[in-house]
């Protein structure tokens, strides 16, 4: 973690958990915790970064690659519950990299804390819909060549039937 101080008696303690794997198409939560020692306030934000600390991609709504696939904890989890996690829905490989979170609050002055860092890594999903096909041209190739073999076997009886006949 990362602390930051303030004239000795205000710090904030950032957490942030270093890997975290997911999967094509699916959500991934990425949870920032923070302590605060010495003073506490009802004053604070969180802010994420994609990179760079501060001066990366900030990932928001505001920014195109992340609208619609972005949630963020609400005041009372942020408060009360410490956390100053994001959730990113429907991944892409493209999302892969670190990501900072940074904790700031106003106690008489600013002061801030940063973890980290959180890498994600994004894997490229096996489609299931490919995946059912691949399994049904299976089958029915399956299928047919197991008809193919019924078939000759029939024949073979009929042949052998047939020849049996003729020698009576």
């Not at 609400?74 to 670190?98: K, N």
């Not at 860092?117 to 059912?132: P, Y």
């Not at 399994?135 to 019924?150: E, P, Q």
Request: charged share 15%.
């Amino acid at each position: 973690s990362l602390l930051q101080k303030v004239n000795n008696t205000q710090t904030i303690h950032v957490w942030q958990t270093p890997v975290i794997c997911a999967t094509e198409g699916s959500s991934v939560t990425l949870p920032c915790d923070y302590r605060i020692i010495g003073e506490n306030t009802s004053i604070g934000s969180y802010k994420w970064y994609r990179n760079i600390m501060r001066s990366g991609v900030e990932v928001s709504e505001n920014n195109k690659d992340f609208s619609g696939r972005l949630s963020r904890v609400d005041q009372d989890q942020f408060f009360h519950g410490r956390s100053a996690a994001i959730t990113l829905y429907h991944v892409e490989l493209a999302d892969s990299g670190m990501y900072y979170c940074e904790v700031t609050f106003q106690i008489g002055q600013q002061i801030s804390g940063d973890g980290n860092g959180t890498f994600l890594n994004v894997t490229a999903s096996v489609n299931k819909g490919s995946e059912d096909k691949d399994h049904l041209f299976l089958y029915i190739r399956g299928g047919f060549v197991g008809g193919v073999l019924l078939l000759l076997l029939l024949s073979a009886v009929v042949y052998y039937m047939y020849t049996k006949q003729g020698r009576y």
